[in-house]
């Protein structure tokens, strides 16, 4: 069967092909980033005619098909969905939420009131930084576009329909277990080394740090508590995104690994934990870049636990 994935890759794909050969270079300095395709643009808008996905669908955060496009479902993921998931402020969930009409002004849609209110930086509210230009642009690209929905899912549905609790990997039934015998004790303290296992952005949209396009922790077993560190070094963490750009990111001493500021990975993102040896791989594909929103301790949406680290 041909996987809805493949297809959104191709489609959102093809029509930037021409443009990357001949503007075949990069506009984003991150050192070890791999440009393969070299666009920047024309992948919000969805191409007429896509064929509807087979998928599943479900709200914004469950690594479902949402009808949005897959770079908005992105945005709302890692910058407003940790407000935005209830009636009151309304869901940013999935393409009904957005085409619903605004309280604020009932004459536009919540999708572009959102537009208005990231280009005056009033949403997210502050502490929390406001968007980037390129996000801004993808949103902006899809209203012009006439706000299309997107047949087409961004991600792969997980295995098993998604709802199994673990995978039958080590460690699954032992219970919860800090490995490291180490937990971070300084709170909210701004640090690459912070709250390992919390999902970074969810807390990042409400009370500030930086918007991290991908921020995770890699364990040793797929059940830490919050807060424990993680793997130790040396690990990466490899990503590679809907033009196969790929971004390298070295695990720290809490276990934690991030994208650095200029790095702008477009979803859907393609994920390993690499020791240099052994890989460990996520079969899926995902729009958020909040790893830990899925790999909790117990694993939600699906995910069996953790993200772990090859080898024994
Ligand atoms: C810290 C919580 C928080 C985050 C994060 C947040 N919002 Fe909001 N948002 C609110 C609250 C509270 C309101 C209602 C009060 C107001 O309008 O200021 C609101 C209102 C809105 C409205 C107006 C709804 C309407 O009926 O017109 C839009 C649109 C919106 N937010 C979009 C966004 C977008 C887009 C993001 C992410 C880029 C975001 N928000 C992130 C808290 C948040
Ligand atoms: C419970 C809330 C919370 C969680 C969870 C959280 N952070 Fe933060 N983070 C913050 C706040 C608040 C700041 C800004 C305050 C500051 O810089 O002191 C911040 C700042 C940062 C900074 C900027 C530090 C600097 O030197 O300016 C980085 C990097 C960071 N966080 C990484 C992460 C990573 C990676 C994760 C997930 C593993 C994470 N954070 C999880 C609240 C959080
Ligand atoms: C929407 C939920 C979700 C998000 C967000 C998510 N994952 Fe996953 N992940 C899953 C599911 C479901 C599985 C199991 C099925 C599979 O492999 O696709 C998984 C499996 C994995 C695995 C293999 C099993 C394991 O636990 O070690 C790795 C490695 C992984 N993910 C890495 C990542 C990284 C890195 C990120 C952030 C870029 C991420 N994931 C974000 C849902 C998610």
């Not at 393409?95 to 009932?106: F, N, R, V």
């Not at 996000?135 to 329909?161: H, L, M, Q, Y």
């Not at 790095?263 to 994920?271: H, K, M, N, S, V």
Request: hydrophobic share 30%; with cysteine.
């Amino acid at each position: 069967m041909e996987s809805p994935v493949r297809h959104a890759f191709l489609l959102l794909t093809l029509p930037a092909l021409a443009v990357a050969v001949i503007a075949a270079c990069s506009d984003e300095p991150s050192s070890d980033s791999e440009d393969v395709t070299g666009d920047d643009a024309g992948s919000t808008v969805i191409p007429p005619g896509s064929e509807p996905s087979s998928g599943p669908s479900g709200p914004a955060g469950s690594g479902l098909a949402t009808g949005l496009p897959c770079d908005v479902q992105g945005i709302l993921e890692n910058r407003c969905i940790a407000c935005h998931s209830t009636d009151d402020p309304p869901p940013l969930l999935d393409y009904d939420d957005l085409k619903a009409p605004s309280k604020k002004d009932p004459k536009k849609t919540i999708a572009e009131v959102a537009l208005d209110e990231m280009r005056a930086k009033t949403m997210p509210p502050t502490p929390a930084v406001p968007p980037e230009d390129d996000e801004i642009a993808s949103f902006e690209e899809w209203i012009e576009a006439g706000a299309p929905k997107n047949p087409i899912a961004c991600t792969d549905p997980p295995p098993d329909g998604g709802a199994k609790d673990g995978g039958g990997d080590a460690g699954v039934d032992a219970g919860p277990k800090c490995t490291s015998g180490t937990f971070w004790t300084r709170g909210n303290d701004g640090s690459q080394l912070m709250n390992p296992g919390e999902a970074c952005n969810a807390c990042h949209q409400q009370q500030g740090g930086p918007n991290l396009r991908i921020g995770g922790t890699v364990y040793p077993t797929l059940r830490e508590p919050d807060d424990c560190n993680g793997s130790a070094p040396p690990l990466r963490v490899v990503v590679t995104d809907s033009r196969n750009r790929v971004y390298n990111m070295q695990v720290n001493a809490a276990g934690n690994f991030l994208t650095r500021n200029g790095d702008r990975p477009r979803p859907p993102l393609r994920a390993v934990v690499t020791n240099g040896q052994q890989t460990r791989a996520m079969v899926g594909t995902v729009t958020s870049g909040d790893c830990n929103s899925c790999h909790t301790v117990n694993g939600t949406n699906g995910a069996p636990g953790r993200i772990m680290a090859p080898g024994p």
